[in-house]
């Protein structure tokens, strides 16, 4: 679709270009507007790029492993793996800590994201074939539990018109599966069977204990704790006390179709742990050559 966007744009600007009046217009005038013309053209070409940006973000991190792997390692970078490492355990470590200090949804589940994307940096130190799959493992699971906890979050501000912790407050009873999805995907985040996020940590914590990578094993047990403390005060709130409907949009109902997404999304997340093994079928044959 963009291509065919960006070629619709460039037709557009030789049409500009050619059908300009050249026989009654002074030189000097043709010039700057043809300028104009290819000016508004390539602003278009830079607007429609910009907008696929967030697309580029999101295959990252299946992407970084493999360049790394397949053109740094064999440069003689390896080394610099351990620095990667360790600024993907300070990752987990201050996005973790920085969770536990948010009194809003929104801002809690943003820097759960920095904790969680941080243990795709452990790869770069544990190189192995079992990190490799954990970590893509991970990624995946990851993907799907926070989809689902960003689209419940959602919901919960529509339904109450306040994302703060405090007014969720007996706000289960009123949404049990917008509440269920939430700690599904929660399950997933801890690292707790038998979702993908359990799987993937525990193979990623076999492969550093294989390398006896030790500060690894303390960081990914301590961001999966650490995980623990920052979710369950958000069900905690929701399971217990009385509802206090003060938003704007405080007792919306929400329609079915905007529970499902979310649910279905947990669901899968929940459904990567007990099929892992198909998955990570998949994945041993685009291992790196240097991991094999």
């Given amino acids: 679709m963009w291509h065919f966007m960006r070629i619709l744009l460039r037709e557009r600007g030789k049409e500009c270009v050619a059908s300009e009046p050249r026989g009654l217009t002074p030189p000097w005038v043709t010039a700057a507007d043809n300028t104009g013309n290819m000016l508004s053209m390539w602003f278009g070409w830079g607007v429609l790029s910009l907008s696929a940006l967030p697309g580029v973000w999101l295959a990252a991190p299946w992407l970084l492993p493999r360049i790394w792997f397949e053109l740094f390692v064999p440069l003689g970078f390896g080394a610099a793996g351990e620095v990667l490492a360790l600024l993907g355990m300070a990752a987990i470590l201050?996005?973790?800590?920085?969770?536990?200090?948010?009194q809003r949804i929104k801002p809690l589940v943003a820097w759960s994201t920095v904790a969680q994307l941080g243990y795709m940096f452990l790869v770069f130190a544990i190189a192995t074939g079992l990190s490799w799959s954990a970590t893509l493992l991970h990624l995946t699971a990851h993907a799907l539990a926070k989809a689902a906890l960003f689209l419940a979050a959602g919901n919960i501000v529509l339904a109450l018109g306040d994302d703060r912790l405090s007014s969720l407050r007996g706000a289960s009873h009123g949404m049990p599966l917008t509440f269920f999805t939430v700690g599904l995907a929660g399950v997933s985040l801890m690292g707790l069977p038998p979702t993908g996020g359990f799987v993937a940590k525990w193979l990623l914590l076999q492969a550093a204990i294989d390398q006896e990578h030790w500060?690894?094993?303390?960081?990914?047990?301590?961001?999966?704790?650490?995980?623990?403390?920052?979710?369950?005060?958000?069900?905690?709130?929701a399971l217990t006390g009385t509802l206090k409907q003060t938003g704007e949009g405080a007792g919306r109902s929400l329609p079915l179709q905007l529970e499902l997404p979310p649910l279905l999304l947990a669901l899968l997340a929940l459904l990567l742990g007990v099929l892992a093994s198909w998955p990570l079928a998949l994945l041993r044959p685009a291992m790196p050559l240097v991991l094999s």
């Fill in 215 to 237: 500060l690894a094993v303390v960081v990914i047990l301590a961001g999966s704790l650490l995980a623990a403390a920052y979710l369950f005060p958000l069900l905690r709130h």
């Fill in 94 to 102: 201050w996005g973790s800590l920085q969770a536990l200090r948010q």
